[in-house]
């Protein structure tokens, strides 16, 4: 018997969450779907947050209780950063590297991956990696 699953929520641990809903709302074009309660007044100053696009969530949490955090992030915290990569199934490879180099994100430039797979990769303010992709030559 297997377990049911409807879908999945990845969790990121963030050093700035009002940064990182910048990213991923203005640059990517997800929308805050559900909050904490606010720190402050400031902007998005929340310590949790579901962001959403079409099918696809993620939620992030502020890495320190409270908000209250160093003025830098510990790197050796946040190191195995680089080892996340989040895949992103999208039809049009390249209009996302479009879009993304519209925003001043640096891209990489599409390519087909030997395994059939367009992509192109980003690196979100936390360092985690993104991929958007789609089987190269089908729509």
């Avoid at 030997?114 to 991929?131: E, F």
Wanted: glycine letters at 6%.
């Amino acid at each position: 018997m297997s377990i049911t699953i409807e879908s999945a929520l990845p969790l990121l641990a963030v050093f700035d969450v009002p940064r990182s809903i910048a990213f991923y709302r203005d640059a990517l074009g997800f929308e805050v779907a559900n909050t904490s309660k606010p720190f402050t007044d400031a902007k998005d100053d929340y310590g949790w947050v579901i962001l959403r696009l079409n099918r696809v969530e993620l939620m992030l949490n502020n890495m320190y209780e409270d908000n209250i955090r160093p003025s830098e992030p510990d790197q050796a915290r946040v190191a195995a950063h680089a080892d996340t990569i989040i895949y992103f199934a999208c039809r049009d490879v390249d209009g996302a590297y479009a879009t993304l180099s519209a925003h001043g994100i640096a891209a990489s430039q599409p390519k087909v991956a030997y395994y059939g797979m367009k992509q192109t990769y980003v690196t979100d303010p936390d360092g985690y990696k993104l991929c958007f992709q789609w089987p190269a030559g089908s729509n």
